[in-house]
């Protein structure tokens, strides 16, 4: 019976990370394709490091080595490995509760800094060759035009913006947006805060059966 778990066990481990090792090589794959191509450019400029190829690369890179320390630890039952994995886990968990607390916290504070970081790059439009890319992708892929509406454009809408001169600001939409699907946001981070428990779970429990097989057999 102590076997048949123990196999068991580290089988859903491994696959369970196997697939998640797959999904962290096209993340960070695609990640890598935005910053060779550098499609979306420097939004803003007080976060030069914060571009969406940047944030693909990193989450990514996070998701192959967790996934890949579940993996080996799991299918070598190495309980170095499993303790690893089990650690990276809780602080990644706790990594994500914190942030959700502090953007509910400073919600506001942080609603004026990103619109203030967007004027600022509104204004560097025609002198950034990076704002410039950025604002064209993001107008062109949300149907938007400026933070607010074309208003924010003193010198007149750019090509990118759509030509209904009602259309919606970007940020304006992108908030609507969120909010919209608050639910569904909150579903999937509900979901991955649960697989992030089983896969805590799962390696504690290979570990206690490790260590419960090598006293079985006399190790």
């Known amino acids: 019976m ?13 696959f369970f990370n196997l697939l998640f ?3 962290g090589c096209c993340i960070l794959g695609f990640g890598i394709y935005l910053l060779i191509h550098n499609n979306f450019g420097v939004l803003f400029h007080n976060l030069p490091s914060l571009t969406l190829g940047n944030v693909f690369v990193i989450v990514g890179s996070i998701i ?6 579940g993996c080996m630890g799991s299918i070598k039952e190495n309980k170095c490995l499993l303790m690893s994995f089990f650690i990276l886990l809780l602080i990644i968990l706790l990594a994500e509760v914190t942030l959700a607390i502090l953007l509910f916290v ?40 400026g933070i607010n509406g074309t208003s924010d454009w003193t010198s007149g809408p750019p090509a990118s913006c759509p030509s209904d001169p009602n259309v919606e600001g970007c940020y304006a939409k992108a908030r609507l947006w969120f909010h919209s699907n608050f639910l569904y946001i909150g579903i999937i981070t509900i979901c991955v805060c649960v697989i992030e428990v089983l896969g805590m779970s799962f390696a504690l429990t290979l570990n206690c059966q490790i260590d ?5 057999i006399g190790l």
């Open 2 to 14: 102590g076997m048949s778990s123990l196999k068991l066990l580290k089988y859903v481990l491994f």
């Open 21 to 23: 090792w797959i999904c």
């Open 64 to 69: 192959m080595v967790v996934a890949f320390l």
């Open 106 to 145: 400073y919600e506001q504070k942080l609603n004026e800094y990103v619109a203030k970081g967007l004027t600022d790059s509104i204004h560097r439009y025609h002198s950034d060759n990076s704002t410039k890319a950025a604002w064209d992708s993001i107008q062109s892929f949300l149907r938007c035009c």
């Open 212 to 216: 419960k097989t090598s006293q079985s």
